[in-house]
């Protein structure tokens, strides 16, 4: 029977994404592990291998559409011997009706993540499941009614089989219902009434796109639903431009180059580690303290901005965090991270100094507990340990903090952990 291929979920928060290419046409046959298409997401594109084997009998979604929700039927695969004929005989995405009233529960919206692999599906008593899984099925002597399939409606495919793991019994924990989703936009007036606002103005109407889509519904939840408060300090860098001068002529023949901002990441890894209740971040009911610093970094780039996270970022050299800092800020920047590379983490930095901004708040990507927004480092009389007044080179960083996870003194902690080892750059080496 034909297969149905669904339009994936290549990351925890993605909802929809834009079929950008397709590397195969209508007949062409594949393998599994083949490459079928390339799906844009809120963040990144990435390619969409195949699970099965067989022949692309229809594409249903054309390359370059936009807003295919995750789960859409985006081709039809045939199996040996079927034809373009048999593509209407495919098993509908929605379960069919059941005589037990408790079956008959509406299909929920589907999660963010990858669809969790279903029981076998079953056609008057025939078992779904790819040429090539029977057979290895059969030279294994192994029940397909007794394996649980991962491929579309429960199809079993050949990764099923080679793992040979009994199906899920039926009666397993019920499923949780889905939490709210945010809503992608402020509340506000809505949009004919805005363009009626303005009737007779020249303007341009400008779509958005998946990323500032994500980032206004992610940044609304943030600020509605985080209990922000904020702590501020100036640090004095003189030392540490001292210092960094130092380190950079020494590290020339290595072509290393450190920024401020390589230290800062630096400092804050080692401030969550003198402040471990700091480390942590919002699970619903629950917090979950870290015990490695893995440091986000506010990257912009054209059309909205990447947080890539730098793992274990206190046990890193500062040459090390350069390199890796610059490698992600480059990849970000051509959208080429993995979804890894930029989800997770306790703790984020945003640096607007290089801008010329001399503070401001930030707001704090959930789950993450706090983010540092770093201002310019800007000359300003400054009061000597002596009480002389002297001229200094001085930063001003604010951090917002989550109280749910942070109180105000241990806030006022982790802060006083960055600002010292800033001020005293030699310790971080210690």
Same mark, same amino acid.
């Given at each position: ?108 919206? !589907?999660?963010?993540? =990858?669809?969790?692999? +279903? /029981? $076998? %599906? *079953? ?5 779904? #499941?790819?040429?090539? @899984? ?29 793992? !040979?793991?009994?199906? =899920?019994?039926?009666? +397993? /924990? $019920? %499923? *949780? ?5 945010? #809503?992608?936009?402020? @509340? ?33 939840? =943030? ?208």
């Amino acid at each position: 029977m034909p297969t149905e291929i669904l339009m994936p979920a290549l990351s925890p928060t993605m909802e929809e994404g834009t079929l950008a290419k397709w590397h195969v046409k209508e007949g062409d046959k594949v393998s599994s592990g083949d490459i079928l298409a390339e799906i844009e997401t809120d963040k990144a594109t990435m390619e969409f291998e195949a699970v099965d084997e067989g022949v692309i009998g229809k594409i249903v979604i054309a390359e370059g559409t936009e807003g295919v929700k995750v789960n859409a039927v985006i081709a039809v695969l045939l199996e040996d011997g079927e034809s373009a004929d048999d593509i209407g005989a495919a098993p509908a995405p929605k379960a069919e009706a059941t005589p037990e009233p408790q079956a008959a529960e509406a299909p929920t919206k !589907a999660d963010n993540s =990858a669809p969790a692999p +279903a /029981a $076998p %599906v *079953k056609d008057g008593g025939r078992v779904f #499941a790819s040429p090539l @899984a029977r057979r290895i099925a059969a030279d294994k002597g192994l029940d397909l009614g007794q394996i649980t399939g991962s491929g579309p409606h429960g199809r079993i495919v050949k990764a099923d089989v080679e793992s !040979a793991k009994p199906a =899920a019994k039926s009666d +397993a /924990a $019920p %499923v *949780k219902a889905e939490a709210p989703k945010a #809503a992608a936009m402020a @509340a506000g007036p809505s949009t004919d009434a805005v363009i009626k606002m303005y009737d007779g103005r020249p303007f341009e109407e400008v779509k958005l796109d998946g990323m500032r889509k994500t980032i206004a519904a992610r940044l609304t939840e =943030a600020k509605q639903s985080v209990p922000h408060f904020y702590l501020r300090r100036d640090i004095n860098l003189d030392a540490l431009m001292k210092f960094r001068a130092q380190l950079n002529t020494q590290l020339e023949g290595r072509g290393v180059k450190l920024s401020v901002n390589d230290f800062i990441i630096k400092a804050c890894a080692l401030a969550l580690q003198q402040v471990p209740d700091a480390n942590a971040v919002w699970a619903g009911d629950r917090t979950l303290k870290f015990a490695k610093s893995d440091v986000a970094v506010a990257v912009a780039i054209e059309g909205g901005l990447f947080t890539p996270v730098l793992r274990d970022a206190e046990m890193k050299s500062l040459s090390a965090l350069s390199a890796e800092m610059k490698d992600l800020a480059t990849r970000a920047r051509d959208r080429k991270l993995a979804p890894h590379e930029y989800q997770g983490g306790s703790f984020a930095i945003s640096n607007l100094g290089m801008f010329g901004i001399d503070n401001f708040d930030a707001i704090i990507n959930p789950p993450h507990a706090a983010i540092l927004a770093v201002g310019a480092g800007v000359k300003k009389p400054i009061v000597g340990a002596d009480g002389e007044l002297a001229i200094g080179t001085v930063m001003s960083v604010t951090l917002s903090v989550d109280h749910r996870v942070i109180d105000g003194a241990l806030g006022a902690n982790l802060l006083q952990a960055i600002k010292d080892n800033l001020e005293n750059p030699l310790t971080m080496l210690a």
